[in-house]
Nanobody, 123 residues
Framework: QVQLVESGGGLVQAGDSLRLSCAASGRSLPHSAVGWFRQAPGKERALVAGIMWRAGGTYYSDSVKGRFTISRDYGNNTMYLQMNSLQPEDTAVYYC????????????????WGQGTQVTVSS
């Protein structure tokens, strides 16, 4: 089992930045992918960024490429999502997730989830 706890959401204005954190505990993650999903009202949960915990390969959705950066800290067993140039369309609940093996854009393939943190961007 992997336990994930997010923090760092909030209300910001368009153009601002936020950094989300996700602390992992429990099962070791070396052969895992970790990622950040988001879900806006009425929309499906979508992968915005993923990273292989050991190898470091990353994935970004087209909607956040160049604005968001995913990273991980081995020592603290924590991953981060740095979000810059936030726009109202980035408003959503953000979830961190983990899975064994490579990342997948299909949220149903990820068994471990955090509780979610709200990010609201006002125009």
């Amino acid at each position: 089992q992997v336990q994930l706890v997010e923090s760092g959401g909030g209300l910001v204005q368009a153009g601002d930045s936020l950094r989300l954190s996700c602390a992992a505990s429990g099962r070791s993650l070396p052969h895992s992918a970790v990622g950040w999903f988001r879900q806006a009202p009425g929309k499906e949960r979508a992968l915005v960024a993923g990273i292989m915990w050991r190898a470091g390969g990353t994935y970004y959705s087209d909607s956040v490429k160049g604005r968001f950066t995913i990273s991980r800290d081995y020592g603290n067993n924590t991953m981060y999502l740095q979000m810059n140039s936030l726009q109202p369309e980035d408003t959503a609940v953000y979830y961190c997730a983990a899975k064994v093996g490579p990342y997948s854009v299909n949220f149903k393939a990820w068994p471990y989830w955090g509780q979610g943190t709200q990010v609201t961007v006002s125009s």
